[in-house]
């Protein structure tokens, strides 16, 4: 089975935008990898002080199927990173943890279209999170799904 994941990069706040998505969604963190962690790589120069607290990779398991990544960018690839063109979108097996997990990744965020039942029959929200990330929050209502 082909599994698709989100991986996602920040500008040095990885590790609290990931502390925060654990106090939402719960669970460990299997590995948290820091940029000192790496070994020394010809043509590769070693991460400044400031860089080498910083994570350089970072998974929170979600489901079983899916794991939120993610790492701080540096050096040149910092200046290249862009956010956002993407929203991720989580499908909720109930209305309360829809609205439990909007109301958690909204806090000190901003709503763009608060959960609400909509026309094709789900209860759906979109928001975006303290970090820049965008989400989309659907519980299907429908019975036939």
């Known amino acids: 089975m082909t599994t698709v994941n989100i991986y996602l990069n920040f500008n040095g706040n990885c ?5 925060f998505y654990k106090s939402v969604f719960g669970g460990e ?13 010809e043509g590769m120069p070693s991460p400044s002080q400031e ?3 910083k994570i350089m990779h970072i998974s929170l398991p979600i489901s079983k199927e899916t794991q939120l990544m993610g790492s701080d960018m540096i050096g040149d690839c910092s200046s ?19 609205d439990r997990l909007f109301s ?5 965020g901003k709503i763009t279209m ?21 989400w989309m929050v ?7 799904l």
């Open 104 to 108: 958690e990744l909204s806090k000190g």
């Open 80 to 98: 290249e990173s862009k956010q956002n063109n993407f929203s991720i979108a989580i499908a909720i097996d109930s209305k309360s943890e829809a």
């Open 29 to 41: 963190f299997p590995y948290v990898g820091r940029y000192n962690d790496m070994p020394p790589q």
């Open 138 to 144: 659907n519980f299907d209502t429908k019975e036939n």
């Open 15 to 19: 590790e609290e935008a990931f502390l």
């Open 51 to 53: 860089m080498s607290e």
């Open 114 to 134: 608060p959960m609400n039942t909509t026309f094709w029959g789900a209860y759906f929200g979109m928001l975006t999170d303290k970090f820049g990330i965008n």
